[in-house]
């Protein structure tokens, strides 16, 4: 046994050698892909987009259905935009659906972001050291806002939905504060359409004489929202306030508010509960970073049926307060999680797992280094994807239709490349996504069903074209406000 071990050993450092080398460089680096391969991608994506019924076959399947589990390697049957099936050994004829070899892959649901001011695509890190006051607030809101026209709040939210779908968003709760008239409006809800991902248009405030909120919540309800078999609902983005929470009482819609305490100035804890007792918090509604908050205030809001959405990067760098995942968890809520905006920090949801992981880690391990008994338990990498998908669609009011995959819901999913030499050999699969992966690794998605990205591209989208519109955009923007850039500060 011990000659054997001596002989593997120097066979081994003696290839390992001849690798360094480059002895065997043909098998590390084989040729790059011929004009035959293109051709097969192509008909694979053709065969995607034409057929009614699609199987993923032989991933690791992550369905964060506790009920359904997961399989460290199934197939997922999807049938005319929805999850038909999941378990291993699905047999289809070849013909009848397109086949897809999921091997070496995980298959998750797809990342919810439950509060995103979308129209800011086009100012992507133009505030790159920026606080919330004073910098957000005079620059972005009191002097780039008002200088979108309809065209560039276009641009804008197209900017940042194509970007989230490219890094592995399938849903969002848009609240762009852009609706400068109703022609803003338009084309806010436009955009989204055009985008393809899901989303929850949460009808906000604007700027300039031409601003019509919130009295037309009513014509866009009945312009794009008359039918529930869609992609976009709607909500109001309010705060917290009883005139807009009785007008989204009145309209039948959820309201999406910005909520937190920062005493003395600011007390929005005393808001809720006045608001409470004008029997006005209702189930389906959004509390959005409810930083500082004691526990009545939470249990306002848990009792209330109410969804919080946190920000914790966004809330740490900019100075919005002390993130409350841990205040959320002690009050019996689970939070969704949202990118906020992009004029500082990118709305990639594996930082922002790995960043909700790491503030709740580092301020419940302080508190032990402290001497503190009876510690709350550190967050795993699984409740992270759960905050990030079935939480997120919860706190969307879409939990019915997505947010697992559980067969007869829609099909928002995401396909990881698990082979890629940062993330393999593959020892344990949620870990891998939350602590390893980037948007680099969505090979695909899938929102209802349709693709949206395959092998590592946008599909159906001029990304040139849309480039160039973006940065003719953010140009007109800037020149308007007589805001000073500085590409190299």
């Not at 133009?126 to 620059?139: H, K, Q, T």
């Not at 580092?362 to 759960?386: A, D, I, K, M």
């Not at 019915?400 to 344990?428: C, F, H, M, Q, Y």
Request: with cysteine.
């Amino acid at each position: 046994m011990g000659n054997h071990n001596k002989t593997s050993r120097r066979k081994f450092l003696k290839s390992s050698a001849g690798l360094a080398a480059g002895g065997t460089l043909a098998q590390v680096f084989p040729e790059k892909a011929t004009a035959q391969d293109a051709a097969a991608a192509d008909a694979e994506l053709a065969r995607l987009q034409r057929q009614g019924r699609i199987l993923l076959k032989g991933g690791v399947v992550l369905t964060l259905d506790r009920q359904v589990g997961d399989f460290a390697s199934a197939d997922v049957l999807i049938e005319d935009g929805k999850i038909r099936e999941i378990r291993p050994n699905i047999a289809v004829s070849d013909d009848g659906a397109a086949v897809i070899d999921a091997t070496h892959r995980i298959v998750i649901p797809g990342f919810i972001d439950t509060h995103s001011h979308s129209y800011q695509g086009i100012l992507r890190n133009i505030l790159s050291n920026g606080r919330v006051d004073p910098d957000y607030n005079r620059d972005i809101v009191g002097t780039l806002t008002p200088a979108f026209t309809p065209e560039d709040a276009y641009v804008g939210m197209l900017a940042t939905a194509l970007g989230m779908i490219e890094m592995g968003t399938t849903g969002v709760v848009d609240v762009s504060q852009v609706n400068n008239t109703p022609e803003h409006s338009d084309a806010l809800v436009r955009a989204l359409q055009d985008s393809g991902i899901r989303a929850v248009f949460a009808y906000s405030d604007g700027k300039g004489a031409g601003v019509q909120y919130p009295q037309d919540i009513s014509r866009l309800q009945r312009s794009y929202f008359s039918s529930k078999d869609q992609l976009l609902t709607l909500a109001l983005g309010a705060p917290p306030d009883a005139k807009m929470f009785a007008l989204a009482r009145e309209t039948g819609v959820p309201i999406v508010t910005h909520v937190r305490n920062v005493l003395p100035k600011r007390n929005d804890g005393e808001k809720l509960s006045q608001l409470a007792r004008a029997g006005l918090l209702r189930p389906r509604d959004e509390f959005i970073h409810c930083l500082h908050f004691p526990p009545d205030t939470w249990r306002l809001i848990k009792d209330a049926g109410g969804h919080v959405s946190l920000s914790p990067p966004i809330e740490m760098t900019m100075g919005h307060g002390t993130p409350a995942i841990q205040d959320a968890l002690d009050n019996g809520v689970r939070p969704s999680l949202s990118s906020d905006h992009a004029v500082t920090l990118s709305s990639d949801f594996f930082t922002l797992m790995r960043a909700t992981a790491v503030a709740q880690r580092y301020f419940v391990l302080q508190r032990g280094r402290s001497g503190e008994q009876n510690l709350p338990p550190l967050l795993t990498c699984r409740e992270l994807l759960e905050f990030a998908t079935i939480e997120g669609a919860r706190c969307a009011n879409l939990d019915s239709k997505v947010g697992t995959l559980t067969p007869g819901k829609e099909a928002d999913l995401l396909v990881l490349r698990a082979d890629r030499i940062d993330v393999w050999p593959l020892n344990n699969a949620p870990g891998a996504v939350v602590n390893l992966m980037n948007p680099a690794h969505v090979e695909g998605v899938f929102i209802a069903g349709k693709v949206k990205k395959w092998r590592g591209t946008l599909v159906g989208i001029d990304e040139q074209r849309v480039r160039r519109s973006m940065e003719e955009a953010r140009d007109r923007v800037v020149r308007r406000a007589g805001f000073p850039m500085n590409l190299l500060g």
